[in-house]
């Protein structure tokens, strides 16, 4: 008999969860405004929001924050940081930042400014508010397959190059800071980019005299993606596999808050020293001191470990299992998933699940509220709510894809888990009939709302 396959790790620390009755949390959704960002923790059973920040390190990360340095200058966590960077991405220069997000902060700060265009493969939600906060636009050169849940393609994430080229064609280079490509691409569905993409890309790139910069908060998940399903890759390591990719990359931000399997950092990575000297002035007014930026010396320390960790393949193969696992459950309890199945997350086709629900009532994120209501799970809406409105017309923006994301931490849950997850959601779709009052928005921000939206039954 073949042995099944088991985990790559095993659990020494371990955290109680709390169990609900369905009418504490019909009160509590409530009290939330049907927003589940508004839940307390404790209010959660299983916690499928996001994967950002949320893992469960390792005793060797633990052991490496007990001797973080935390010198204001020239920590020796900060160099630590750097020679992961260095031997993993292989760029010369970094910035350490508290995260994704303030890592596209400065560095856009340098780069991105009124009338500028970046093209990309369907840029996340704070990359694209960042550009669109500084008078840019995002122009989305994703292939088309991305678009249809049920099209099995290896490398959803993927440019289209006929696209990108017409894009490139169009703006003269200096209207395009870096074309962004993001590893593997969350807002299509954790999907991601093969080697022949990135190479694609950046011929062109060079072509047309633009960077290229990777979001690189999956780089890891991509790369075994790469190593599985693209030819000629089957016996490279992973960790070649990424030398290789980000040989096709002048930048990249980093939220190691994924991949790097910390729970808190980020940084920017730049092969050019100029570049890397402006930046370091935002970081300073942003972040902090261009030797911790945002970062304690023992995060450094465990985000250094992290990131070699995070690249090893008997990882990989158990974090993308596990994914896949949950995937197939639902599949075959008949409920519609995106296909084929994401790096980080498995991602529910609302349109599929609630088609009667007018759009505008907003169907991943009544999903959202089912599922939760029913065991206890929270999920997150990657949807109408998170595209936000359009920025010239104020309209609302429908993407094409309305889906509910149920995003795995890393080594955090069991399989058993990952059964409840499922079972709770056929049992809603098994109702979806009665589904037919979704939500409407009391008050939103003006940009990424899905985070403190309030919503009321509609
Ligand atoms: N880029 C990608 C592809 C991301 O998925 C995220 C965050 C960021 C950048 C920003 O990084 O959160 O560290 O500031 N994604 C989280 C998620 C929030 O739930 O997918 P951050």
Redesign the pocket.
């Known amino acids: 008999m073949n042995l099944p396959y088991a985990e790559s790790y095993k659990i020494k620390v371990v955290e109680n969860l709390h169990r609900s009755s369905r009418e504490e949390r019909e009160q509590w959704i409530r009290q939330a405004k049907y927003n589940l960002f508004n839940l307390k923790s404790e209010q959660v059973f299983i916690d499928l929001l996001?994967d950002?920040g949320t893992g469960a390190m390792s005793d060797r990360q633990w052991s490496e924050m007990m001797t973080g340095d935390e010198s204001y200058a020239g920590a020796t966590s900060y160099y630590k940081m750097k020679s992961a960077i260095k031997n993993i991405f292989g760029f010369p220069y970094f910035l350490p930042t508290h995260?994704?997000?303030a890592a596209e902060n400065v560095l856009f700060s340098v780069m991105v400014n009124n009338g500028d265009v970046v093209p990309g493969n369907a840029h996340?939600d704070?990359?694209k508010g960042h550009i669109e906060y500084r008078k840019a636009s995002a122009v989305d050169c994703t292939i088309d397959e991305a678009y249809d849940t049920q099209i099995e393609h290896p490398f959803k994430g993927n440019l289209d190059l006929h696209k990108l080229e017409e894009t490139l064609k169009a703006y003269p280079a200096r209207r395009i800071p870096f074309i962004v490509v993001?590893l593997t691409c969350?807002s299509s569905g954790g999907q991601p980019v093969s080697m022949e993409n990135l190479r694609g890309v950046h011929a062109l790139a060079r072509k047309y005299g633009v960077r290229v910069l990777f979001?690189s908060?999956r780089f890891a998940e991509n790369a075994y993606f790469i190593k599985i399903r693209e030819e000629g890759y089957q016996d490279v390591s992973i960790r070649d596999i990424v030398a290789e990719m980000y040989q096709h990359a002048d930048l990249m931000t980093m939220?190691s808050?994924k991949d790097a399997i910390v729970n808190m950092g980020?940084f920017i990575g730049f092969r050019d020293e100029d570049l890397f000297r402006q930046a370091s002035v935002y970081n300073i007014m942003f972040e902090g001191f261009i030797t911790y930026g945002g970062m304690s010396g023992r995060d450094m320390n465990a985000l250094a470990q992290g990131l070699y960790e995070g690249t090893r393949f008997e990882y990989l193969d158990t974090r993308v299992r596990q994914v896949g696992y949950l995937g197939q459950r639902l599949e075959e309890l008949g409920v519609p998933v995106q296909k084929p199945f994401g790096g980080h997350a498995i991602f529910v086709d609302a349109n599929q699940f609630l088609p009667n629900l007018p759009r505008e009532q907003f169907r991943a994120q009544t999903l959202a509220v089912e599922l939760y209501l029913e065991a206890g799970v929270r999920a997150v809406e990657i949807g109408t709510l998170l595209a936000d409105r359009d920025p010239e017309t104020r309209e609302n923006r429908y993407p094409e894809l309305e889906l509910l994301r149920l995003?795995i931490p890393r080594r955090v849950y069991t399989n058993n888990h990952m059964n409840l997850v499922a079972v709770a959601l056929k049992n809603v779709y098994d109702r979806r009939d009665q589904i037919t009052r979704g939500l409407k928005i009391v008050r939103e921000a003006p940009i990424m709302r899905h985070f403190t939206v309030e919503l009321e039954r509609h």
């Open positions: 996001t950002s995260q994704g997000r996340f704070t990359t993001t969350n979001d908060a939220s808050k980020g995003t």
